[in-house]
């Protein structure tokens, strides 16, 4: 099972990246990333939205953090793993 959550980590953080590159600035984004199939690594946008744990719901502010380096806002490996325990623990 730890293989399967690093491998969901892995591709919500690329998901998360991408959509960092369209919309910057996730702390004024109204956009939230909804978790479709976890263990398909199925994800899609949808806005306004905040985040709802109970619906799979994650605001993309709140899965991004501040590099401190480059002041800008990168994915949050840290809160990703613990929303891959919800599926894999």
């Known amino acids: 099972m730890e293989k ?4 969901f980590v892995e591709a919500l953080c690329r998901f998360v990246e991408q959509e960092l590159q369209r919309d910057p600035d996730p702390i004024y984004s109204q956009k939230a990333v909804k978790i479709a199939d976890a263990r398909n690594h199925l994800f899609r946008i949808v806005e306004p939205a905040r985040t709802d ?3 799979d719901l994650y605001a993309l502010a709140d899965l991004c953090r501040l590099d401190e380096e480059t002041m ?3 994915p949050n490996r840290g809160r990703l793993l613990r929303i891959a325990r919800n599926y894999w623990d």
């Open 4 to 7: 399967e959550a690093q491998e």
């Open 53 to 55: 744990e109970a619906e």
């Open 72 to 74: 800008e806002a990168v």
